[in-house]
């Protein structure tokens, strides 16, 4: 487990390392989106590591680290969601109607419309802030319903700050990426990727 956490922390490393030159492109269309890609089973490190990689990154200049939940956002869509108690009376009558559930919560997100949303506002608040960085975490919470590249298409033209997705799932080349390991593999991120 040590070697694999050591692992981790070297690839944020070089994501940040990639950040730091990211900041010195002169290149318009440039979009500062960064996918530390980690191995699946190293969720819970991940989660351990977020304290010191906030760290990691106020130390190097990023002095407003802002995180970016998906199961958060994705829980407080569902808890002030119109539909809840019908939801919650059907789960009594079938507690075992997983498509149905699922289909309930995926629309509920609109396909990704939701959390695309959610972070656009949170991105456009913070617009011209030279000192901000965005982690996307808990994108496991994602899954059944859609991916985040879909999240990130819509958002085209719209990373104005640093943004690390911490992106459970396996690299399969230089654009592509494959969710938790199991997805198919997805080839339309636009962004930099680290680890995998």
Known sequence: MSSLKTKLDADFKEL????????????????????????????????????????????????????FSIAQAIQETLQNYPRRSLWLMADRKNPLEWEKANQSIANALGHGKVIKGKLEELLTS???????????????????????????SQLQGKF???????????????????FLGFYPDDGNYRSVHVGG
């Not at 913070?126 to 919470?141: C, I, P, S, Y």
């Open 16 to 67: 940040v390392n990639r950040m730091r030159r990211g900041r010195e492109l002169s290149n318009a269309s440039f979009e500062p989106i960064y996918y530390l890609v980690f191995d699946p089973s190293q969720i819970l490190t991940v989660k351990r590591q977020l304290p010191a990689w906030t760290s990691c990154l106020k130390n190097e200049g990023w002095e407003e680290v802002h995180c």
């Open 160 to 178: 104005s700050v640093p943004t690390i997705f911490l992106y459970p799932g396996v690299r399969t080349g230089k654009t592509s990426l494959k």
């Open 126 to 152: 913070l617009e011209g802030n030279q000192q901000a960085v965005v982690l996307v975490t808990d994108l496991e919470a994602l899954h059944p319903y859609f991916r985040i590249g879909a999240v990130e």
